[in-house]
């Protein structure tokens, strides 16, 4: 599976949006781009994933350049409950396991 | 909630013990995996099992070991404990490509 980079830590303000950025230049064709968060020491929790198109649900879209080399994760109201580590993991398409390898994630901390 | 769920919610013991983590997946759900999340490694992947049987290894010690049993709940056992096992441990159950996790069992060795 392709290797991930995000910052470690990103502010925003309650009510705005939140963009996250995640670079994964080395992605390769069958790969999907996924995104998960973890809220203090819960479980991750799945937000959203996608292949090249963009792709949107009730939590948030997800943005994926042309060449697919980096995405972005938006939340577009932010509040005080998506404080939280947020991973971006790409991971192959192919039959079998589809197992999750967690890199640091970027730590977003919503501020009122 | 997930659907997940997990029990014990927490797991003191000591060193040299044996322990056993359970996990029922969400109703359907065939996959069950195993993580281990502590401090200085992070989130790891153990082992997944797929219908009952295993599918996937990661990195999961001798030591442990896990089953799927036919009504799809799992069950990870740890054995000969050691401090460093102390962690948080998450099963997540999947229909296909996302992955649902539970709340976790947080095992602390002493």
């Known amino acids: 599976d392709a290797k991930t980079t995000q910052p470690p830590s990103m502010d925003c303000a309650e009510g705005r949006a939140a963009n996250l950025p995640c670079n994964h230049s080395?992605?390769?064709?069958?790969?999907?781009v996924y995104w998960y968060r973890q809220i203090h020491s819960q479980g991750p929790q799945y937000i959203i994933h996608g292949l090249k198109n963009n792709e949107t649900n009730e939590m948030a879209s997800l943005i994926i350049t042309e060449d697919r080399k980096s995405s972005t994760l938006i939340l577009p109201h932010a509040t005080l409950r998506d404080t939280a580590v947020y991973y971006c993991i790409v991971r192959a398409s192919g039959a079998g396991s589809y197992q999750l390898t967690f890199g640091k994630g970027t730590k977003l901390s919503v501020i009122p | 909630d997930s659907g997940v769920t997990q029990t014990p919610k927490h797991l003191i013991t000591a060193t040299g013990q044996r322990v056993t983590l359970r996990c029922s997946p969400r109703?359907?759900?065939?996959?069950v995996y195993w993580y281990q999340q502590s401090l200085d490694q992070g989130l790891q992947f153990l082992i997944q099992y797929y219908n009952g049987e295993e599918r996937a290894k990661g990195n999961i010690l001798e030591r442990f070991s896990a089953q799927q049993f036919p009504d799809l709940h799992s069950e990870l056992n740890l054995s000969s404990l050691e401090l460093g096992d102390s962690a948080l441990y998450f099963c997540?159950?999947?229909?296909?490509?996302?992955?649902?996790f539970g709340p976790g069992t947080r095992l602390t060795v002493l």
């Open positions: 109703s359907g759900d065939l996959s």
């Open positions: 997540a159950s999947s229909p296909g490509r996302e992955q649902f």
């Open positions: 080395t992605i390769s064709g069958n790969e999907y």
